[in-house]
């Protein structure tokens, strides 16, 4: 069995954090869909919320889940985890452009999501083809 490298591992690990928590962020806000779009128009600059859904925090909810197992198999060294991963941050990184406008789009999460990505891009070829 190939070792993994210590920043591919550490790049894993805080990709099932970030999902994990993303998954759960997402879950409370489609349970809980009033309580959140009150409290999102007290803590933002965002005063209209007529455009969010129970069914926008459910699709990204989804999204999240596919991008945590897709971490969890990269973390297993398996191909098909970068597939998962990739397809799923694209879809958490443009939904909210498609769903509420460019405002949505969040420069933050895309860095991040370019550097994950570049990492395991860069050690796609130890990554096993299962």
Excluded: D, H
Excluded at 16 to 45: D, P, Q
Excluded at 68 to 92: C, E, H, P, S, W
């Amino acid at each position: 069995m190939t070792e993994k490298p210590l920043f591919f591992e550490s790049a894993c690990i805080f990709s099932i954090i970030g999902s994990s928590i993303g998954f759960i962020s997402m879950f409370t806000a489609t349970i809980f869909f009033r309580i959140v779009t009150e409290k999102i128009t007290l803590i933002t600059n965002i005063t209209a919320t007529e455009k969010l859904s129970p069914i926008y925090f459910a699709f990204l909810m989804a999204a999240f889940s596919i991008s945590l197992a897709g971490a969890i198999k990269l973390y297993r060294m398996q191909r098909i985890g970068l597939y998962f991963y990739l397809t799923a941050q694209t879809v958490i990184l443009f939904l909210p452009v498609i769903w509420l406008g460019s405002n949505a789009f969040s420069v933050t999460n895309a860095i991040f999501t370019l550097i994950f990505s570049g990492v395991y891009l860069y050690y796609y070829r130890i990554i096993k083809n299962i």
